[in-house]
């Protein structure tokens, strides 16, 4: 028998176990998309959003493990580049003199000065400045001299072992025939403030 050659107004379904067996299979296949559709609406959809979620976090977690696993490899050379920076520090530190150098310094600059043929005019240490973890002493300098003695002292003045830096530098005409130039200029000098100095 043909599903068109039933006819539904002689279905009854109080007697549905007699029914032929083509009405049955599409009764059947609607009670089975009908279970199908409910158990998606109220259960299979929202463990699908759930394993989403999840998914997306998968992806998350794994980027991070990702990238904390190339930072845990790379914790060696990171290590390694700490102590070079470590060294370099101390390095750095024991370039700048102790307060008890400086006046020696402050010396080793003007002699400087006078080996490169300077006159000196002005040489004025002043008044400390204390930083973070270091203090700078300015000091005053004007000199009168030729170019090139200028250059030979900023020169021998890079050279000191120990840091000094040069500011505010102005060269002007010093007002003679000569051609004697007039340079004003503040040197600074550092030092490290241990725990004795605050």
Not at 51 to 66: G, V
Not at 110 to 126: D, K, V
């Amino acid at each position: 028998m043909r599903l068109s050659e039933i006819n539904l107004n002689e279905l009854d379904l109080n007697e549905i176990g007699i029914w032929p067996w083509p009405a049955k299979a599409v009764v059947l296949i609607l009670v089975f998309a009908l279970l199908v559709g409910a158990g998606w609406y109220f259960d299979w959809q929202d463990r699908q959003d759930a394993l989403e979620r999840a998914e997306a976090e998968e992806t998350d977690l794994r980027h991070r493990f990702e990238v904390r696993q190339e930072r845990a490899a790379a914790l060696d050379d990171y290590k390694q580049q700490l102590e070079e920076m470590e060294e370099s520090f101390g390095a750095m530190l024991r370039q700048l003199p102790s307060r008890v150098e400086v006046a020696g310094l402050l010396v080793d600059i003007s002699q400087t000065g006078l080996a490169s043929g300077l006159e000196f005019e002005l040489f004025r240490p002043q008044e400390t400045r204390e930083r973070e973890f270091y203090a700078e002493m300015p000091i005053e300098i004007e000199v009168r001299g030729s170019y090139h003695q200028f250059g030979r002292f900023v020169s021998g003045v890079a050279n000191l072992p120990r840091i000094v830096t040069l500011h505010d530098v102005e060269i002007d005409d010093a007002g003679g025939d000569n051609g004697e130039l007039a340079m004003r200029a503040t040197a600074r000098t550092y030092w490290y403030l241990d725990e004795e100095d605050g």
